[in-house]
């Protein structure tokens, strides 16, 4: 359950598929800014999208908030992890909404700025409040959010 640093140093917990669905999401939505009008690709990234979120969300960030460490500020961390996401709800309607009703004209406006924004949000994620897991959570509560994100993603969406 142990990850080596790039330092050498070791971490409590293995964060690599928590990275590899990130670099899925990245993946995706330039997909789908690129090809546009695929509604599998749109179906698959928004279902572990919200899986995602809802599992992070309850598993992670809400047990993470009141242990953020001394000098990382939970408003300079948290907080504004949680104002990206809240940001990306429009964008993900409006990309739903467009595939939905196969407006290709909206999807070309709109699947580039969600591609932004989810670009922007996870490296926000990555660089500000991965650390913050190492420092704040115990194995158990690690451990508890890989069985949220099954909970989440049920036994068709883990395969996938």
């Known amino acids: 359950m142990s990850a ?3 330092a050498g140093a070791p971490e409590p917990f293995d964060l690599t598929m928590l990275h590899a669905a990130y670099e899925a999401f990245r ?3 330039e997909r789908l800014a690129a ?3 695929d509604r599998s690709l749109w179906a698959m990234f928004r279902f572990h999208w919200r899986a995602q979120h809802a599992a ?4 992670l960030w809400a047990v993470m908030s ?3 460490p001394a000098g990382r500020a939970r408003g300079t961390v948290l907080d504004e992890m949680d104002d990206r996401a809240i940001r990306l709800v429009p964008l993900l309607d409006t990309v739903d909404a467009a595939v939905e009703h196969g407006d290709r004209l909206v999807l070309d406006r709109s699947a580039p700025a969600l591609r932004d924004a ?3 949000c996870l490296a926000h994620k990555e660089t500000h409040a991965l650390p913050l897991i190492h420092q704040t959570l115990t194995a158990y509560e690690w451990a508890t959010f890989d069985v949220e994100l099954r909970r989440e993603l049920g036994v068709r969406g883990a395969g996938v």
């Open 27 to 29: 993946r995706d939505t």
């Open 35 to 37: 090809a546009g009008m």
């Open 66 to 68: 009141g242990r953020v």
């Open 118 to 120: 989810v670009h922007a």
């Open 4 to 6: 080596i640093t790039e």
């Open 56 to 59: 992070e969300r309850r598993a």
